[in-house]
């Protein structure tokens, strides 16, 4: 090979190497640019995953307390039946002692 052909050759491997090197640095200039998107885009998508699984819970406690609630009202309700009942009964047995009485002092 021939110094020409040598520094032929050389010339093409460097420009080959500053091309190489320019599109390296474009590619770390472009990495760096695409760094706070990638970081919004995996916030945004951990914040959606945070906010479904908060709905979930949510819902689920809800859920949980509607069904104590209803327990809580029918309970509730069967103990003001009982309460009214002894009370109609203790009414009933008052007002008959009541007439009883009064039917004694008449007589």
């Excluded at 474009?26 to 914040?47: F, G, M, T, V």
């Excluded at 009214?84 to 009964?89: A, I, N, R």
Aim: glycine fraction near 2%.
């Amino acid at each position: 090979m021939s110094r020409t052909d040598l520094l032929e050759k050389i010339k093409h491997a460097e420009a080959s190497a500053s091309t190489e090197v320019v599109k390296a640095e474009q590619e770390q200039i472009s990495a760096n640019n695409r760094i706070p998107l990638d970081r919004e885009e995996l916030i945004s998508k951990e914040r959606e995953l945070a906010d479904k699984k908060s709905k979930k819970e949510i819902n689920e406690a809800m859920e949980e307390i509607n069904g104590q609630k209803t327990e809580i009202l029918k309970k509730g309700k069967k103990d003001n039946l009982r309460m009214k009942s002894k009370g109609e009964d203790r009414i009933d047995k008052a007002s008959q002692k009541f007439v009883d009485t009064f039917l004694e002092s008449l007589a």
